[in-house]
Each structure stands twice: as structure tokens, then as C-alpha cells.
């Protein structure tokens, strides 16, 4: 059973769970588009910080090898 929650249009709470639902088609595809775009962005920062972890670890190489080459001048 479902029940209009009060100064919303398309809010309804579940009397049997206590939940809210929105039956607002343009608000659901909105958070729809929101969760992808942070979840775009998350993904996109993940490869970031992969990216600066190899950088990162080719800088520390290259500087071990500079090193072994000065070292055996």
C-alpha cells in the first residue's frame, strides 16, 4: 500500500518497507544519468591513478639504471 507523501507530487512511501519511491519518470532518468556520470568519473579517475602508479614506477627504473650507470664509470 502506498500513500502520497505530503508536498510532493511523485513521492509515495510503502507503508509495508517505509520506502520512498519516486514516480517521476523525469527525475529517474536524471539520477539514472547522474550514477552513470559518477560512475564514468570514478572509472576514469581509477585509470588515472593507475596511470601516475606505472609513471611512478618507470621514474624509480630509470633512476636505479642512471644510477648503476654512473656507478660503473
Not at 508536498?7 to 532518468?29: C, F, H, Q, V
Not at 588515472?48 to 642512471?66: D, F, G, H, R, W
Request: cysteine-free; glycine content about 2%; hydrophobic content about 30%.
Amino acid at each position: 500500500m502506498y500513500i502520497k507523501v505530503e508536498g510532493s507530487p511523485s513521492l509515495y512511501r510503502d507503508m509495508t518497507t517505509g520506502a520512498i519511491i519516486n514516480t517521476s519518470e523525469e527525475e529517474i532518468k536524471r539520477a539514472r544519468e547522474t550514477k552513470k556520470l559518477h560512475l564514468q568519473n570514478k572509472k576514469e579517475q581509477q585509470e588515472v591513478y593507475s596511470e601516475v602508479a606505472s609513471l611512478k614506477n618507470e621514474i624509480t627504473q630509470l633512476k636505479q639504471m642512471v644510477k648503476e650507470l654512473l656507478e660503473n664509470k
